[in-house]
């Protein structure tokens, strides 16, 4: 697993969010502090 930087900038990404819009990360460039939480689900 790559370690993480705080000072280093986040690579934009596109996905899906649960109601099937698409989600960009760079769509929040500019807000002072996002959290992502990527959930894997249940199996």
Do not use: H
């Amino acid at each position: 697993m790559a370690s993480v930087e705080l000072t280093k900038e986040a690579p934009d990404f596109e996905i899906e969010d649960y109601n099937g819009n698409l989600f960009k990360l760079s769509d929040l460039k500019g807000n002072s502090n996002v959290l992502i939480v990527l959930n894997r689900g249940f199996v």
